[in-house]
């Protein structure tokens, strides 16, 4: 199954695969709390500042995934389909275009922001 998502990543709007990450866990091992997952796969401190905003309402790990090694982030939702991703490498798109709207769309402003 697919979602029609804004966003050309091929993960985007899929259910998110169970990655096998560097801590010996699993991706589903970071999914219980109930909010969604913003999953840094570069140490990209732009990509947390993005999500820091969203205290409570995304949680943010860091950590790396050898099987995939072309994906920089993904932002999965509570119901674990991915809402946004990134690859790294010379083709890719900037490693935090279309996070924060895809942060908006989901999960609303960012904590600070007045409207």
Same mark, same amino acid.
């Given at each position: 199954?697919?979602?029609?998502?804004?966003?050309?990543?091929?993960?985007?709007?899929?259910?998110?695969?169970?990655?096998?990450?560097? &801590?010996g866990g699993r991706l589903a091992d970071h999914l219980h709390g109930?909010?969604?997952?913003?999953?840094?796969?570069?140490?990209?401190?732009?990509?947390?500042?993005?999500?820091?905003?969203?205290?409570?309402?995304?949680? #943010?790990?860091t950590t790396d995934c050898p099987s995939r090694p072309e994906l920089?982030? #993904?932002?999965?939702?509570?119901?674990?389909?991915?809402?946004?991703?990134?690859?790294?490498?010379?083709?890719?798109?900037?490693?935090?275009?279309?996070?924060?709207?895809?942060?908006?769309?989901?999960?609303?402003?960012? &904590?600070?922001?007045?409207?």
């Open positions: 199954m697919r979602y029609k998502l804004p966003g050309e990543h091929p993960l985007t709007g899929r259910s998110t695969p169970d990655l096998e990450l560097t &801590d109930g909010r969604a997952l913003l999953l840094d796969l570069t140490d990209n401190p732009e990509l947390r500042a993005l999500a820091a905003g969203y205290a409570g309402r995304v949680d #943010i790990l920089a982030a #993904i932002l999965v939702r509570p119901d674990g389909f991915t809402a946004w991703a990134a690859d790294t490498g010379a083709h890719a798109l900037t490693p935090t275009a279309g996070l924060a709207e895809a942060l908006e769309e989901w999960f609303g402003v960012p &904590d600070g922001t007045v409207r």
